[in-house]
Each structure stands twice: as C-alpha cells, then as structure tokens.
C-alpha cells in the first residue's frame, strides 16, 4: 500500500489486537518515541487504515442471544442496490454487511433477542429488496471461537 512502511504495519498488527494499547507502550513495541507513533497511528487513520476503535461487546450483556447469518440472492446485482445496503448497514441489529461474489451477493452478521426477532428482521430484508430478492437464507450461529482479530483461548459464549 502506497504511503506506509514496514514500520506502520507493525502498529497496525497491534493495534487490530490491542486497541486500547498507549503511545507508550506501542512506541516501546516498535522501537519509536510516543510522539512518533502518535504521527504514525493520525497519518494511518488520514489514510483509512484505521477506520476507527470500538469495544468488543459480548452480546449476552446486551441481552442478544441469538446470532444469525442472512445469505441473499439477488437477481441483480449492481450499484442500483446500493443504497438498500447503506440503509441494512446502519440497522442496529446488523453487525456486519458483505458484498461478495458467488451465488448469494449479501451476506449479514446479525445479533437479536430471540427467533422471533430473527424472522422480523428476515421479513424487513424481504420488503427492502422486493422482486429482487431471490433467496433468504438463514444459518443461525451455535458457538464462537474467535471474532474481530481477537484470539487467545477459546471462550464459549
């Protein structure tokens, strides 16, 4: 990528496990003084190689116990749909929005209350695409054994 170095993907590998790191510790990791670090990560984030920071919430402490996939086929596919997207992505229940290529285009992470909230939410991305919307499939999440870049020992949820 143009604009960055080996150096800069050395913060960015911490960073994508270890958000909350200090300046501090990050220069230590890197062999640089805070306040270079501190140019690096808002040259980084000018560039769009850091999108942005948030906490990684269990979702059973939001009382979302359900996670679900939503696997769309579309019968067109093409920048017409976009803002459809635009309108799935900004949905609280959605925690991830792919275009992909293969048989089914979308793919949405979810998280609900209950089945009940899954199959509302099914019927609003039915509404949403109308006639063009070919296939609905949902594939409900039973473990997760890593998520966002996190690893380390595995935690049942």
Known sequence: MPGIDEKDREILRILRKEGRITLTELGKRVGLSPASVKNRVEKLEKLGAIKGYSAIVDPAFLDEYVQ???????????????????????????QSLYRRSGERQILVRASFHDTDEVKAFAGRLKRFFGKNLERVEVTLIIDTFKENWVSGEIERR
């Open 68 to 94: 679900a996939f939503f696997e769309l086929r579309l019968a067109i596919d093409d920048h017409t749909i976009d803002q459809i997207l635009m309108k799935i992505a900004r949905m609280e229940e959605v």
